[in-house]
């Protein structure tokens, strides 16, 4: 069965330092990784997605994230935080052997402070 | 262009009674998800359509739930004998991924469903 692990509720860092989200996941097949951001009273929004290839993706607003098969990651990371990144972030999963089903972590909240 | 959109945003109901969700997606998406979000908690997964039938309703968690998208398009997600553990955000999300199942899904803002 596909899950999802978010290991922390939230993250705290100050501007300008970099961010680190953690996720980690299981599926029987190969996987398909996403992350997906959600403003307060917005909906889920795409930011990146792994599906082959080069093991470090690059996404929306500066975000990237390392696809690690060994140990079943995929932190999502950025170099610099800015404040207007604080918001609850979500990582998800999808069998890439013909499944349809995504599977999404409890999410992570991150706050950057100024 | 337009998103997904999602009618009513907000919808209250007693228990016990008939509700209806209603999802527009982009046009042109062939899929079609619909999720199930709880306070604190990620999306959960509940039924998924590849055009008017739906490829996976795994999700669904008893027979009180039921969706449809009958011509390929506009999908309603039908909740019957509403009870108060039903009382979620209902996100609905589409994807223009035909047999693809690696583009990501464009989500609507969600209907807050709340059962007294």
């Known amino acids: 069965a596909q899950s999802v692990a978010q290991p922390e509720d939230q993250v705290n860092v100050a501007e300008g330092n970099p961010l680190t989200v953690k996720c980690t996941y299981s599926?029987?097949?190969?996987?398909?990784l996403f992350w997906y951001v959600q403003y307060p009273n917005r909906g889920l929004q795409f930011l990146l997605k792994y599906i082959t290839g080069d093991n470090l993706v690059k996404g929306s607003y500066g975000f990237e994230a390392e696809f690690n098969k060994s140990q079943t990651s995929f932190h999502l990371k950025k170099p610099s935080a800015l404040v207007s990144d604080s918001a609850l972030y979500f990582c998800?999963?999808?069998?890439?052997?013909?499944?349809?089903?995504?599977?999404f972590g409890a999410g992570t909240r991150l706050f950057v402070k100024a | 262009g337009a998103g997904v959109s999602q009618t009513p945003s907000n919808k209250v109901t007693e228990k016990g009674k008939y509700v209806e969700l209603r999802c527009d997606p982009i046009?042109?998406?062939?899929?079609l998800y619909w999720y199930r979000q709880s306070l604190g908690q990620g999306p959960e997964f509940l039924i998924y359509?590849?055009?008017?039938?739906?490829?996976?309703d795994s999700g669904l968690p008893n027979d009180r739930f039921f969706a449809v998208r009958p011509e390929g398009s506009v999908s309603t997600l039908k909740i019957q004998r509403t009870e108060r553990g039903d009382s979620a955000v209902y996100l609905c999300a589409s994807s223009p991924q035909g047999i693809a199942t690696y583009n990501e899904q464009f989500f609507g803002p969600g209907t807050r469903l709340t059962v007294l």
């Open positions: 046009s042109g998406h062939t899929a």
């Open positions: 359509f590849q055009g008017t039938g739906a490829a996976d």
């Open positions: 599926v029987s097949g190969n996987p398909y």
């Open positions: 998800a999963v999808r069998d890439g052997n013909g499944g349809f089903k995504t599977i």
